[in-house]
């Protein structure tokens, strides 16, 4: 859908029992359901004059949309209908990592690390990691890009003495295959939760979202297949380019402990 006539499709009844704000909202999620994936809707100043509102009603109606990932707010170039998102399948399969699940729905992952180093593990990571509290893990940061566009935070844990000298690798790339081919460490299994939080001013910021945005938390630890504990990880992903699905399969599978890419 192309040619779209905004001002007829937005053109409200003042008179209605119901607010302005959600008439917007219900007209405009109308138009997103034709539209294809990332085609840019009106400024805030033009749905004020196609629906006849206030600059505080078309904000909040943009606003809903965008925290149910119908539309993408994208700092100094406007606001889209939501790219096609990434399935991730939760359960049923070993833990995969993004790039590989990236390249395999032939998307182009791409990696920023912003923070990479040895430190104490905290008390809480610690059961999840084998270790004491205090004891040596090394922590990488790095900013997940799908199609040149900000994804996911990762904010990985491994245990130090099953990765030596992995701080002097190339960091950018698949971490399940840097550890499967230098360490032959491949997770077996895990457990992954799934949560929403509001992205504070660094999230926002990195992910190129607005202030209080949902965003999909997620903490995955898993386990090579002797056992061996390997990562604790936290993720913080977009709505708008995350979608989760749910294999179900008798008792095979439980919604608890399910595994995002």
């Not at 006539?5 to 409200?12: C, G, H, I, S």
């Not at 992910?207 to 936290?234: C, D, F, N």
Request: hydrophobic share 45%; proline share 7%; glycine share 10%.
């Amino acid at each position: 859908m192309t040619d779209i006539d905004w001002a007829r499709r937005l053109a409200l009844e003042p008179g209605a029992a119901v607010p302005l704000y959600y008439q917007l909202r219900e007209r405009l999620r109308a138009v997103i359901g034709e539209c294809e994936p990332d085609t840019p809707i009106p400024a805030e100043k033009d749905l004020m004059v196609f629906a006849g509102v206030s600059r505080a009603t078309a904000r909040r109606a943009i606003g809903d949309l965008v925290q149910e990932g119908l539309l993408v707010a994208r700092q100094g170039s406007g606001t889209y209908t939501a790219p096609v998102g990434v399935t991730s399948e939760l359960l049923g399969s070993r833990p995969a990592g993004f790039t590989e699940t990236m390249a395999r729905l032939g998307r182009k992952p791409t990696t920023r690390v912003l923070a990479a180093r040895a430190q104490p593990c905290a008390a809480d990571l610690a059961p999840a990691l084998g270790l004491e509290a205090g004891g040596e893990v090394v922590f990488l940061e790095r900013l997940r890009l799908l199609d040149d566009e900000p994804c996911m935070i990762e904010s990985a844990h491994l245990p130090a003495e099953l990765v030596p000298g992995i701080l002097d690798e190339d960091l950018t790339g698949s971490l399940y295959g840097l550890l499967r081919l230098k360490y032959g460490l491949t997770p077996a299994s895990g457990k992954e939760t799934i949560g929403a939080v509001n992205a504070d001013y660094r999230l926002a910021g990195l992910l190129h979202v607005p202030m209080a945005a949902a965003l999909l938390a997620t903490a995955r630890s898993t386990v090579t297949e002797g056992g061996l504990p390997l990562e604790y990880t936290i993720r913080h992903a977009r709505g708008d380019l995350a979608v989760f699905s749910v294999e179900l399969n008798d008792a095979k599978n439980a919604l608890m402990g399910q595994e995002p890419s």
